[in-house]
């Protein structure tokens, strides 16, 4: 049960926190470019390498450190995030180069990585992965990302509007707050 409450905590988590994110700007720029199913194939693979590092910091610093300590951190962590999200920052479309070596999919999937190394849906998901199931976490916010990007690729595709990124950030920062009470409650209560 803890596996399928991981996964699902991790998915919403991730999932809203990076609708307006820049990997949605690298989404809807690869999307226009390239074929969609190369762009998602690039993305999940890259997704699968970055969150996985995220759960293994996590799972490992979760085991090291004192439970209160580490849930006393990680809900500190998350009320963090919240301020982050609520920052207002301007990311400009990326500009990516082409790198005939690595072949479109190789260029997407290290495009993405690069992205999200340090990204606060990396960070979000090493909390989550040190409270939580590491294996439902890794599952879990590799489709909420893999399901925000490819929404990103789609709206694009069609209706070739940005989503709202000043509500965005604001669901991300109360879902943030939300976690970081319950984690402490959890550490405290």
């Known amino acids: 049960m803890d596996l399928i ?8 988590l991730i999932f809203v926190v990076e609708l307006g994110d820049k990997s949605q700007l690298l ?10 199913w190369t762009v998602l194939a690039g993305l999940t693979v890259a997704t699968l390498l970055v969150m996985g590092l995220a759960v293994l910091l996590g799972a490992v610093f979760g085991t090291v450190l004192p439970e209160q300590l580490f849930l006393t951190v990680a809900g500190l962590a998350f009320f963090a995030f919240a301020a982050w999200s609520l920052r207002t920052a301007e990311d400009g479309e990326q500009e990516v180069r082409e790198a005939p070596a690595l072949g479109v999919f190789g260029m997407v999937a290290l495009s993405f990585s690069v992205a999200e ?10 909390s989550l992965a040190g409270t939580r199931d590491p294996f439902g976490v890794w599952i879990g916010a590799t489709a909420g990302m893999v399901g925000a990007n490819t929404l990103a ?4 595709k069609l209706a ?8 965005i950030s604001v669901g991300a920062a109360v879902l943030f707050v939300v976690f970081g009470v319950l984690t ?5 209560g």
């Open 27 to 36: 989404s809807l720029w690869f999307a226009t470019r390239y074929h969609t």
């Open 5 to 12: 409450v991981s996964a699902g905590a991790a998915a919403g």
């Open 153 to 156: 690729i789609i709206i694009g």
């Open 160 to 167: 070739g509007k940005r989503l709202p990124t000043r509500a």
């Open 184 to 188: 402490l409650w959890e550490a405290w």
């Open 117 to 126: 190394m340090g990204d606060k849906s990396q960070l979000a998901t090493i």
